[in-house]
């Protein structure tokens, strides 16, 4: 019998990523972003240029060792990676001549999560929007190699935690007390495990990580779960049936890893 869907009041959630990754786009230049900005810039006013991500796809088998596989291309020009802004600052997108990302994140302390109902359908609509371009531009449709669902958590200190030796309050793989009578508490604290998804259809990637929030200067523990695999072809049905599937590994994922008095802690309701 298949457990109910998690679902939290107040999950720790400040970041998402729905994206989609595929073969180099024959023929895109650097003049290509900015007419697609222009499509787009009623919505999306401002811009910024970034490096670009490295091409990983997962792998498995032995050889792999549960590491993405890293390929070397000869490039012809610059390769660059474009952020272009929503006007309420929560959403972006991100492109580059072979990743198209859709982002959103939290901006202020009281942004409350969209949830993935209304995040999946704003994906698609601007993945159909960059497929109509790119098929005005006489440009190849992309062949989609890989998939990604990121959700990045944070759990600040004062809530569940208030020292490295409350980890088995907030991860069930520490629910068992720290043995104090030689170590002392932790003085950090990192954590990356993966999971291999059923057949091999992709993998579940945790990274718990001790930081200090940028915006505020708030201690927290970034809890960043990321399920990425290749899904059964390019159509947008068959991405969109793979992000569901990420999307329910990487939410199932956070339950898993985390204690009921943390659900406690976020109100879990399922």
Not at 13 to 41: C, D, K, M, N, Y
Not at 154 to 165: E, K, L, P
Request: net charge negative; aromatic share 12%; glycine share 8%.
């Amino acid at each position: 019998m298949t457990k109910p869907f998690p679902s939290f009041e107040n999950p720790p959630v400040i970041e998402t990523a729905l994206g989609v990754q595929f073969s180099p786009l024959v023929g895109w230049g650097v003049p290509h972003f900015g007419l697609f900005w222009s499509t787009i810039r009623d919505e999306y006013p401002r811009f910024q240029v970034v490096s670009p991500l490295a091409t990983e796809i997962e792998g498995f088998g032995e050889e792999t060792f549960g590491k993405p596989s890293a390929k070397l291309e000869l490039v012809t020009e610059p390769d660059v990676r474009c952020w272009f802004v929503h006007a309420s600052d929560e959403r972006l997108l991100q492109l580059q001549r072979d990743r198209f990302i859709h982002n959103w994140r939290r901006c202020s302390g009281t942004g409350a999560y969209p949830r993935y109902g209304s995040l999946r359908p704003r994906f698609e609509t601007e993945w159909r929007r960059f497929l109509a371009f790119l098929s005005a531009e006489g440009l190849q449709e992309p062949q989609v190699v890989q998939c990604e669902v990121t959700y990045i958590n944070h759990i600040d200190r004062g809530g569940i935690w208030d020292s490295f030796a409350d980890l088995g309050k907030l991860l069930s793989a520490f629910s068992q007390d720290l043995d104090v009578d030689f170590l002392p508490p932790p003085e950090t604290a990192l954590l990356n495990l993966h999971f291999i998804m059923p057949n091999q259809t992709g993998r579940l990637r945790a990274l718990l990580q001790h930081a200090l929030r940028g915006t505020d200067g708030a201690e927290t523990l970034q809890l960043t779960l990321s399920a990425k695999g290749r899904p059964t072809g390019s159509s947008v049905e068959d991405i969109l049936a793979w992000l569901d599937r990420g999307r329910e590994w990487v939410v199932r994922g956070f339950a898993a890893l985390t204690t009921e008095a943390a659900h406690d802690h976020w109100g879990r309701t399922e």
